[in-house]
């Protein structure tokens, strides 16, 4: 309730409270325990098979999926691309492994996960990271083939402002791939400002229900790296921030009454 109460009232407050929380998670000595930041996302109750993993990536299966599903629908061939709130880069890394555009650039707020991204990934061509802000983007107009956004806008203070700076970069043809939740009753709104950017809408889908049957099945990882990592007077508020409900039976997942939505939208 708290939280909602901040999103819809106070919404500079809660991005200035969830950045100190980000932030805090930097800190810790997460080593590669956790690579995303996200969600997760899964369509194998649906009947559809997961995708191909090595042996040790099947940590991050969920993670991974749902940057496969945000990056699949689009040709990525000697693509440019730029991710903004890149995080601590696994799904930069995933989309580079798995898609080979010519370069993916990722950037975030956090100059401690920009260290440790150039740390974890600074052997691999074309894979570069930097500190930037998501509504100040410092690149050229026309530079990139493809803008990715996963999980993380709902936590900009102006939203316009980033649709703007994405439509500025975005080369003509260019895609912009986004993934994010809003509360039901703001996702008309967050539609409408969506369709205002002038892009071109060619896919979008509610991904509610998958992410939720994702966040099930690694509910006991989330748990584990919350109750090993974060300290006890803190783990209430960190099991919220991972969707776990630290008062239910299990510590069942939810999305706080949000609804899960992914679009590909191109530049004309």
């Not at 440019?80 to 989309?95: D, K, Q, T």
């Not at 986004?178 to 709104?189: C, F, G, H, N, S």
């Not at 090993?228 to 099991?239: D, G, M, N, S």
Request: contains cysteine; charged residues 25%.
């Amino acid at each position: 309730m708290l939280n909602k109460l901040l999103f819809h009232h106070f919404p500079n407050i809660k991005s200035w409270l969830t950045r100190l929380q980000y932030e805090f998670v930097s800190t810790l000595n997460l080593k590669k325990d956790v690579l995303f930041m996200n969600f997760g996302y899964t369509s194998h109750h649906q009947g559809l098979e997961p995708i191909a993993l090595a042996p040790e990536d099947e940590i991050h299966r969920y993670p991974m999926q749902l940057y496969h599903h945000v990056a699949k629908h689009i040709d990525w061939s000697n693509a440019a691309a730029l991710e903004v709130s890149s995080g601590r880069g696994g799904g930069a890394h995933f989309i580079m492994n798995t898609f080979k555009p010519k370069s993916y650039t990722g950037v975030d707020f956090s100059t401690r996960a920009v260290d440790f991204c150039r740390e974890q990934y600074g052997d691999i061509q074309g894979l570069d990271f930097h500190q930037g802000n998501a509504e100040a983007l410092n690149f050229p107009d026309n530079s990139f083939d493809v803008v990715v956004n996963v999980e993380a806008s709902l936590y900009y203070p102006n939203i316009t402002k980033f649709y703007e700076h994405v439509r500025r970069v975005l080369k003509p043809n260019g895609y912009f791939l986004y993934t994010d939740l809003r509360y039901e009753e703001k996702v008309a709104i967050w539609h409408a400002q969506i369709k205002a950017m002038g892009l071109k809408v060619i896919k979008e889908e509610d991904i509610t229900d998958n992410v939720l049957k994702a966040m099930e099945m690694d509910r006991e990882r989330r748990m584990q790296l919350v109750d090993k990592y974060v300290p006890a007077i803190l783990r209430k508020q960190f099991y919220h921030f991972a969707g776990l409900t630290p008062n239910s039976p299990n510590a069942l997942p939810h999305l706080d009454n949000r609804r899960y939505w992914y679009f590909v939208l191109q530049k004309a």
